[in-house]
């Protein structure tokens, strides 16, 4: 082997420049730490990035998708699903809402929602009033399937876009979408945590066309505050803000939203980095009988990737073989189902999702991010090829 890496390679990790640095020092050097002029700045930059209407930035994606299903006024009881091949938080923010969880089996080569069996539970449990869809890995779910269903049975879709950063997606007849365009969802979430497509520290944010949604979010984002006069029903004074519904404090500060604007403008140099790593470990591993891989959506170049998955058997042995020799690949992810919190308090068991648990014991997230080398990547390849020789 002609390489040994200096430090661990871990399986992601953030891209920071000289302009990032500069970026966040003006900000502290200036008036504003919380919410000041970037904040507005980054919202209009995600809008027209991802073609939507209203982009609202908030503290973590968490938190967006808490905001979300807030703003869609559920009743307490009712049900959504989602796939148990996320990350807790997909499913967490229902049950901040008193929701109940319901999951759908993913599709074994896709690993993405099955619409079929959507429709299934769909036509059995009228409970159900949500579905947040899950862009896995950056593959795009079946947008238009999932949002027709949504239409025949009256529930909202919340895309958990997360993994897919200003991934254009090509439908069957062709046309061309942008990932949280609005268009086939009622609610788009994106988190800037430094595993995802680019960071602020963490971050998150919604986009959505619909405009009562987004002005209920942007109350809910600060207490339920309003500071728009004509809105208020009465007006003691200069000083006077008004709390018109029980909201959180999930703001975004200045800070970060400056690191995000640095970030959004290298947008494209990371898709293309990340594509290029994954044509890299695509032509080794491509034809390899040992590895199986995620099936590639058409129209792959348009997208943005965020995992590299790899299904392998003895998927565990080789973790703590690649482990020894400072490659540190992840899971992506342990089925929330089988959580204890979720087994304890919803009664799911081991086997209610066959494809997902299948996956869960296989998968193995191998490094990707825009600032790993080719020396680096070629060293995780070959360490893949040896355990396997
Ligand atoms: C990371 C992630 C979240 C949560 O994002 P945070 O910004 O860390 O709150 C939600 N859903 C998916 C699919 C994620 O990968």
Redesign the pocket.
């Known amino acids: 082997m002609t390489y040994t890496p200096s430090k661990p390679i871990p399986y992601a990790r953030q891209s920071i420049s000289d302009q990032e640095i500069k970026a966040v020092t003006e900000v502290l050097k200036g008036d504003w730490l919380t919410q000041g002029p970037m904040i507005e700045k980054v919202e209009a930059q995600i809008a027209e990035i991802c073609n939507a209407k209203h982009a609202l930035l908030v503290s973590?994606?968490?938190?967006a998708?808490h905001l979300s299903f807030l703003a869609l006024e559920l009743k307490k009881g009712s049900a959504f699903i989602t796939s148990p091949i996320?990350?807790v938080?997909?499913s967490n923010a229902g049950l901040y809402c008193d929701l109940i969880p319901k999951f759908c089996d993913v599709e074994p080569e896709t690993i993405l929602l099955n619409p079929a069996k959507l429709r299934v539970m769909l036509e059995s449990d009228r409970n159900i009033k949500a579905i947040v869809s899950?862009h896995f890995a950056g593959y795009p779910c079946y947008l238009e399937e999932i949002y027709a269903l949504a239409k025949e049975f009256n529930v909202a879709v919340i895309e958990?876009a997360?993994?897919a950063f200003a991934g254009t997606w090509t439908n069957h007849s062709g046309k061309k979408f942008k990932i949280g365009n609005g268009q086939l969802s009622d609610l788009t979430v994106f988190?800037?945590?430094p595993?995802?497509q680019f960071t602020m520290g963490?971050?998150?944010a919604i986009l959505t066309n619909n405009s009562v949604l987004f002005k209920k979010l942007e109350k809910l984002r600060t207490h339920g505050i309003t500071r728009d006069p004509s809105l208020w029903a009465q007006n003691d004074g200069g000083w006077y803000y008004e709390m018109q519904s029980l909201g959180y404090n999930y703001r975004i500060t200045d800070i970060q939203a400056a690191l995000g604007h640095e970030q959004l403008k290298r947008t494209e140099e990371f898709r293309t980095k990340r594509r290029t790593l994954m044509q890299r470990y695509d032509a080794v591993f491509a034809d390899k009988k040992f590895i199986a891989l995620q099936k590639r959506p058409a129209f792959f170049e348009d997208l943005s990737y965020h995992l590299y998955v790899v299904r392998v058997q003895n998927r565990d042995r080789l973790y703590v073989f690649l482990r020894e020799r400072k490659i540190y690949c992840q899971v992506h992810y342990i089925p929330i189902h089988l959580q204890p919190y979720y087994k304890k308090n919803f009664a799911f068991k081991k086997g209610d999702f066959p494809e997902a648990e299948k996956y869960y014991a296989e998968a193995l997230s191998l490094p990707l991010y825009p600032d790993l080398s080719f020396a680096e990547q070629d060293y995780v390849i070959e360490n893949i090829l040896e355990f396997f020789s």
């Open positions: 973590n994606c968490t938190a998708l996320s990350f938080a997909s899950v958990d997360a993994h988190s800037f945590h595993a995802k963490e971050g998150g």
